[in-house]
């Protein structure tokens, strides 16, 4: 079976759940991050959703390419599409991601389905901070999940604007709820 690569752009890369044979950075042109899915289950539920990031169209995304190990291949894509396609919210895609070696690898890339009753489209800081402050799911707290992804970009040099403006904000708190 030909090599497989997985790219994570979210928590896949701080908690993959998967086992890997090497990690690389890697630029996925086209698609860019952004918190554009509600999420109903891992970090929110349909009553209280909460907002998690998407692949969606336009711009470009670095993150981290997981190699998996010869062997474990249909292993790996089984758990991924039970943990990514719970609702499936995201489409499945090979896509071509330029890793920091200059070698161009097929990876598996998990891409928002833009007509899913979970896309969420543009919303404007304010709007991200009251979904994301409240919200709790299977995987715990929407807070923590935006605080760890920023967390781990801040740590491999991968500047995202958008999300570190809203992990500010989450990090000075909001006086409504005493925090």
């Known amino acids: 079976m030909a090599d497989l690569w997985i ?7 701080w908690r ?7 990690v690389q950075p890697g630029y996925l042109a086209g698609l860019h991050r952004t918190f554009c899915v509600y999420s ?9 959703p909460g907002l998690v990031l998407g692949l969606d169209r336009g711009g470009a995304c670095r993150g981290l390419v997981f190699q998996i190990e010869d062997g474990k291949q249909a292993e790996t894509i089984a758990y991924l599409r039970e943990r ?12 071509q991601v330029r890793l920091d070696d200059g070698r161009s690898v097929s990876a598996i890339t998990y891409v928002v389905d833009r007509s899913h009753a979970q896309y969420a489209g543009r919303l404007d ?14 995987s715990g707290v929407n807070r923590d999940y935006v605080l760890r992804t920023d967390e781990h970009l801040e740590e491999l040099g991968i500047k995202d604007s958008n999300l570190s403006s809203l992990a500010a904000q989450l990090r000075q708190g909001d006086p409504e709820n005493g925090t």
């Open 84 to 95: 990514e396609q719970v609702t499936n919210v995201y489409l499945e895609q090979n896509r």
């Open 125 to 138: 800081l304010d709007a991200q901070l009251a979904l994301v402050s409240k919200a709790r799911g299977q």
């Open 16 to 22: 993959p759940g998967f086992s890997h044979i090497d």
């Open 7 to 13: 790219f994570g752009y979210g928590s896949l890369m």
């Open 40 to 48: 109903w289950v891992h970090r929110g539920t349909q009553a209280s």
